[in-house]
């Protein structure tokens, strides 16, 4: 039988509605294994997984790990500095490598767009995009709906804007896609100069000025300036511009409605966001993080051939 969600992750783009819901659907019954004493079921036992790390990570290599670990997978975490990778091997040649030692999964971060499809399209084990340059970053934009539906049930007319840095940004592009999927208005607000000249065929709305979106968003989603791949002068200073768009206290309590404040991190405390608003009553942040765990072990769930009607069920007994 074909997996519903074929033989790889790579993005929310190419994903049906349907998919993207059954992965929110079954990340539900595996919220409960990682509030257990023991947090490790049988499911993925004897699944060999390769987590392909080739920029720094925090929240999705190590929540990719747990996942695997609570599933009972076996697995190997590999970074380019400490791989052959760094004496000039390729990316291909370091994976077949590892395909002829038997695994099973790959999950990939990477600096260049495509770099997951590239590989998935030239090894048989399935492969896991953990975001790849300024691409997508599916499994952050499932995260994303997840916590939004947590809290709102139904995204269908939500209305959600993606603040900052979108042009450097996967994880916009894979909530875009995610979210206009699900029925949800999508709006992004930053300075022009750091939106894509495309914009308009992501089909959003866009707003110059953040506080004209917040009155119509009921959700924000800040990006990290993403300082690392700005080649050019962008924008004018930080301070300048944590004045124009950063989500400040003074601005959430300008609002005529509350708003809930996302953000994938890391942060940039006291740029694109302040601190009592990361750490503020209206902050989802660490709840995003929470549910990454979940939404990993969905998708390698679903994507290791289990049926999702069983996933409560392969939550089972705890391993001892
Ligand atoms: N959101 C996210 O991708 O964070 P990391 O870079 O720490 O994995």
């Known amino acids: 039988m074909t997996n519903p969600l074929g033989k790889d992750l790579l993005a929310l783009e190419p994903l049906s509605a349907d998919q993207i819901r059954l992965i929110l659907d079954t990340a539900e019954p595996f919220k409960e294994i990682s509030e257990r004493a023991i947090k ?3 499911a993925l036992r004897g699944s060999t997984i390769v987590n392909l790390f080739f920029e720094p990570s ?12 609570r599933l009972s997978a076996d697995t190997v975490n590999v970074t380019a500095s400490g791989s052959s990778v760094s004496k000039g091997e390729t990316l291909v040649d370091t994976a077949r490598n590892l395909e002829a030692m038997r695994i099973d999964m790959v999950v990939i971060r990477h600096g260049a767009s495509g770099a997951a499809a590239f590989l998935a399209n030239r090894i048989e084990s399935t492969v896991i995009n953990a975001g790849d ?15 939004l539906r947590d809290h709102f049930g139904d995204l269908a007319g939500l209305r959600v804007c993606i603040c900052g840095d979108v042009l450097h940004s996967r994880v916009a592009r894979s909530n875009i896609w995610g979210l206009k999927k699900l029925g949800a208005e999508v709006a992004v607000c930053g300075p022009r100069s750091l939106l894509p000249n ?3 065929e992501f089909g959003v709305t866009v707003f110059d000025r953040l506080d004209e979106a917040m009155e119509w968003a009921q959700a924000l989603n800040v990006l990290r300036l993403q300082l690392e791949r700005m080649t050019g002068g962008y924008i004018p200073s930080l301070r ?21 404040i996302l953000h994938p991190g890391p942060m940039n405390r006291g740029v694109e966001i302040d ?3 990361a750490d503020g009553p209206h902050s989802l942040i660490l709840n995003q993080v929470t549910n990454g765990v979940a939404i990993r072990m969905a998708v390698l769930y679903l994507l290791a051939g289990g049926k999702p009607e069983l996933a409560e069920a392969a939550k089972g007994a705890p391993e001892r």
């Not at 925090?58 to 670990?69: L, M, P, Q, V």
């Open 40 to 42: 490790k079921v049988p």
């Open 58 to 69: 925090t929240r999705t290599r190590i929540s990719f790990e747990f996942a695997e670990k």
């Open 133 to 147: 340059g300024t691409h997508e970053h599916p499994t952050q934009g499932l995260l994303d709906l997840l916590t």
């Open 198 to 200: 495309a914009i308009a």
């Open 240 to 260: 300048e511009y944590n004045r124009v768009f950063g989500v400040t206290r003074e601005r959430l309590d300008r609002a005529t409605h509350p708003l809930l």
């Open 275 to 277: 601190s009592d608003v």
